[in-house]
C-alpha cells in the first residue's frame, strides 16, 4: 500500500520536497488524484470492512492528514532511494546559475560605471564649438596715423572654426626717422569671436593688400599671409603666429615700385609650392616689370621681365586666366587691357628657351589677337578700362570677362573673348558684387550709380541677357561705399549696401528722405524673394572703408565685418573701429522699410518666418574678391588696384577678400 501511495504520488507537477519546488495549482491537482486513486484501490481489494481490509491488514487512517502524515515516511525513503543524484544535480545547478547570474551583473554594472565616468571625462575635457550665433562687437583700435588704404582679410588663424579678421593700418607719429621713406604701419589679427587681439607685426611701410591662402594645400601646415606693401615690400607671415616666414629683398625692385598686389601662379619651379608674380612700376619711367617670386622662399625666380605699355588710365590686374586648354595668361594694362602668355615671362625671366611642359600649351583664340608685328602681348580690350572682374560662366567651368568703365558694363565670352551682351550706364564708377537674384542660376550684379548730388542708384543687372531686373534710388553722401552678397541654401543671394537712412513710411506719403545727419549710414540688406522691401540691419558713424562676409559654416550662418573711420577731428588723427555683426541675428533684429506698395501687403509676421529659415552657407561667388581655384578660369575674380600715373592713389574701397581655399573651404 505504501509503494502505491508513493508511486501514486510521483504525479507531474508534484516533485519531492528536497528537490526545492513546488506549485500550489499543480499541488492541488495532485491532491485530488491522490485521493480518487486512494478509493478506487480500496474498492477493488474489496472495500473495508469493520475498520479491518479483507487481508486482515490494520485499518487505513480515518483522515487525509494521518494518510498524508502516514505516507511521508515512505516518500522520503522512495525517493532517497530512487533518486539520490538529483537533489545533489539539482543543487550543484543552482550553485552554478547564481555565480554566472552574478558575474554578469558586475560586469554590467561595471561598464555602467565606466561609461559615465568616460563620459563625464569628455565632458569636461573636450571643449563645445564655440557658439557664435548673436556673436556682434566692436573693437575701437585708436587713431590711425594716415594712410588711403584699407586692407581687410578673413581667415581662420586660431583652429577654433571661426574666421578672425586681419587688417593693417598706418600707427600715427609724432615725426619721421632718418632713413624711413614713409611712417611705419602694423598687421593685427582680431579674434572673430570676441574681437581681441591674437597677434600684431610692425611692417616697415603702408600695406596695400592682404591675401591669407596655402600655399602648398595638404602638405604645409598652417596658412600664409602674404602681405604687399605700397613700395617695396613683400612678405609672407605665419597666420598662427603673425611671425615673418620670409620677406621679398627691396634689391630685387630696385628701379621699380609695387604697384598692385601679388598673384598667385601654379608651381613655375616644379618645387611643390605655388609660386608668386608681382607687378612694379618703373620710377623713371612708366615700364611695367614682372617679377617672379618663388612661394617656398620669397627669392626672385630669374630676372625681371619688363614690357613697354602705351596707354592712358588706371592700371588693370594683373590677374592670372587659365582657359579650357590649360594655357595660363596673365592681364593687365593702362586704360586697356593686354594679356601675356606665362610662358613668355618665364622663358625670359630664366633667360631660356624652354619652359615647364605645363606652360608650353596654348589657346588658339588668344593667339589669334596678337598683333601684326608677333609681339608677346595680346589685345583684349581698349576703351577706357576702369575695372576688369572675372565672373564664373553659367554653362561650363571657364569665366568670363566683366569690364567696368565710365560709360558701359560689357560681358566677354573667355574663350572667344567676343561680347556676351553690352550695358550703357553713364556715371558708373563703383565695381559690380556678383550674386544670385534670378532664377536661372547665372550671376547676376549688384551696381552703383551716381543718381544727382547726395544720391546713389541701387541697381541689380541680369547676368544673362545684361538688363535691368531691379532699381532703386537712395542718398548717400559717401563717396565710395562698399557692396557685398551671400549665398543662401537656396542658392539665392542676399545684397547688402550703405545708404542714409531710409523712410518705412508708404512712399505716396510727406515723408521726406535722407533727414538724418550726414554722418549715419545704415546698412540695408535686398533679398529677391521680397524686391520690394529693404531690410534696415546697422548702421555706423563715420566712412565705411572695407568690408568683408564671412561663413560660419557650423551655424550656418553669415557674420560682416566692417572697417569704419570716424570723423577726426582737428588735430588728432580719425579713430578706426573694427566691427562684427551676425546677419541671421540682425535679420530678426532689423527693420522693414517698404519701398513701395504691394498686393497683397507683405506682413511683419509673414517676414520674419521666410527670415527665420534662412541658412547661410560658402561659395566661391561670395563677396566681390575672389582667388584662383585652379581650374579652368580660376581666378574668378580679384580686387582691382586703381593705379593712376605718376601718383598711385588708393584702391577701391568697396573692394571684398574672399579666397576660395580648399584645405578648409573658405572661399
Known amino acids: 500500500m505504501a509503494t502505491v501511495l508513493s508511486r501514486a504520488l510521483k504525479l507531474p507537477g508534484k516533485k519531492s520536497p528536497d528537490l526545492g519546488e513546488y506549485d500550489p495549482l499543480t499541488q492541488a491537482d495532485s491532491d485530488e488524484s491522490e485521493d480518487d486513486l486512494v478509493l478506487d484501490l480500496q474498492q477493488k481489494n474489496g472495500g473495508v470492512k469493520n475498520g479491518t481490509s479483507p487481508l486482515g491488514e490494520a485499518p487505513e487512517p480515518d483522515s487525509d492528514a494521518e494518510v498524508a502524515g502516514a505516507a511521508k515516511p515512505h516518500l522520503s525513503e522512495v525517493t532517497t532511494e530512487r533518486y539520490p543524484a538529483e537533489p545533489l544535480g539539482g543543487l550543484e545547478q543552482k550553485a552554478a546559475s547564481s555565480i554566472v547570474s552574478y558575474v554578469r551583473t558586475s560586469v554590467f554594472l561595471l561598464t555602467l560605471v565606466v561609461s559615465m565616468v568616460l563620459v563625464l571625462v569628455c565632458a569636461f575635457l573636450i571643449p563645445c564649438p564655440p557658439r557664435d550665433l548673436h556673436s556682434t562687437w566692436s573693437r575701437h583700435l585708436g587713431p590711425q596715423g594716415g594712410g588711403d588704404l584699407s586692407p581687410l582679410e578673413l581667415a581662420d588663424v586660431n583652429g577654433d572654426g571661426l574666421r578672425d579678421v586681419l587688417l593693417s593700418f598706418v600707427t600715427p607719429r609724432n615725426g619721421s626717422a632718418v632713413g624711413v621713406s614713409g611712417p611705419p604701419a602694423v598687421l593685427v589679427c582680431l579674434s572673430g569671436m570676441n574681437g581681441s587681439t591674437l597677434w600684431s607685426s610692425p611692417l616697415p611701410e603702408e600695406a596695400r593688400d592682404i591675401t591669407c591662402l596655402d600655399l602648398m594645400p595638404g602638405s604645409m601646415p598652417g596658412t600664409i599671409c602674404l602681405v604687399t606693401g605700397t613700395h617695396k615690400m613683400l612678405s609672407a607671415f605665419n597666420a598662427t603666429s603673425g611671425k615673418a616666414i620670409w620677406t621679398l629683398n627691396s634689391n630685387s625692385l630696385s628701379n621699380g615700385t609695387l604697384a598692385a598686389p601679388v598673384v598667385v601662379l601654379p608651381d613655375v619651379d616644379e618645387d611643390g609650392v605655388r609660386d608668386l608674380v608681382v607687378l612694379a612700376v618703373g620710377e623713371p619711367q612708366p615700364d611695367l616689370c614682372f617679377l617672379l617670386v618663388s612661394g617656398r622662399t620669397g627669392r626672385p625666380v630669374g630676372r625681371p621681365v619688363k614690357y613697354s605699355v602705351v596707354g592712358v588710365g588706371n592700371l588693370i590686374g594683373p590677374q592670372v586666366y587659365i582657359t579650357a586648354n590649360g594655357a595660363v595668361y596673365i592681364l593687365f594694362g593702362f586704360g586697356n587691357i593686354h594679356a601675356v602668355a606665362l610662358r613668355d615671362i618665364f622663358v625670359q625671366a630664366q633667360n631660356r628657351d624652354s619652359s615647364p611642359p605645363s606652360l608650353q600649351i596654348e589657346e588658339p583664340e588668344w593667339e589669334k589677337r596678337r598683333s601684326i608685328n608677333l609681339s608677346e602681348l595680346i589685345d583684349i580690350y581698349s576703351d577706357g578700362v576702369e575695372l576688369l572682374q572675372m565672373v ?21 565670352r573667355g574663350q572667344s573673348l567676343t561680347p556676351y551682351w553690352t550695358l550703357r550706364l553713364p556715371g558708373l564708377h563703383s565695381q559690380p558684387t556678383p550674386g544670385y537674384f534670378t532664377d536661372d542660376q547665372t550671376l547676376d550684379f549688384l551696381l552703383q550709380i551716381q543718381d544727382g548730388a547726395g544720391m546713389k542708384k541701387m541697381m541689380v543687372v541680369d547676368g544673362d541677357s545684361g538688363s535691368v531686373v531691379w532699381s532703386y534710388s537712395a542718398p548717400c553722401h559717401m563717396e565710395r561705399s562698399p557692396t557685398t552678397s551671400a549665398v543662401t541654401s537656396d542658392q539665392k543671394s542676399v545684397f547688402l549696401f550703405w545708404a542714409e537712412g531710409l523712410s518705412a513710411a508708404p512712399p505716396n506719403s510727406d515723408v521726406v528722405l535722407g ?89 511683419r509676421g509673414e517676414l520674419r518666418r521666410f527670415l527665420s529659415r534662412i541658412k547661410f552657407v560658402d561659395s566661391p561667388l561670395q563677396g566681390l574678391v575672389m582667388l584662383p581655384r585652379w581650374a579652368c578660369g580660376s581666378y574668378t575674380e580679384r580686387r582691382i588696384a586703381s593705379l593712376k600715373m605718376p601718383k598711385l592713389p588708393s584702391p577701391t574701397s568697396c573692394g571684398l577678400t574672399q579666397y576660395s581655399r580648399a584645405y578648409h573651404g573658405k572661399r
Not at 394 to 401: A, E, H, M
Not at 529 to 554: K, Q, R
Not at 567 to 586: C, E, N, Q, T, Y
Request: with cysteine; proline share 8%; hydrophobic share 40%.
Open 515 to 603: 533727414t538724418e545727419p550726414p554722418g549715419l549710414h545704415h546698412l540695408y540688406l535686398l533679398h529677391p524673394a521680397f524686391p520690394s522691401i529693404l531690410l534696415d540691419l546697422a548702421n555706423a558713424t563715420g566712412t565705411v572703408t572695407a568690408s568683408e562676409v564671412g561663413i560660419n559654416d557650423l551655424w550656418k550662418d553669415a557674420f560682416y565685418v566692417t572697417r569704419t573711420t570716424g570723423p577726426s577731428s582737428r588735430g588728432h588723427p580719425a579713430p578706426l573701429v573694427v566691427s562684427k555683426l551676425s546677419l541671421r541675428w540682425a535679420l530678426m533684429e532689423g527693420q522693414m522699410v517698404q519701398l513701395k506698395e504691394t498686393a497683397p501687403r507683405t506682413g
Open 392 to 412: 564664373k560662366a553659367p554653362d561650363s567651368n571657364c569665366s568670363n570677362l566683366l569690364i567696368t568703365t565710365s560709360q558701359v558694363l560689357v560681358l566677354l
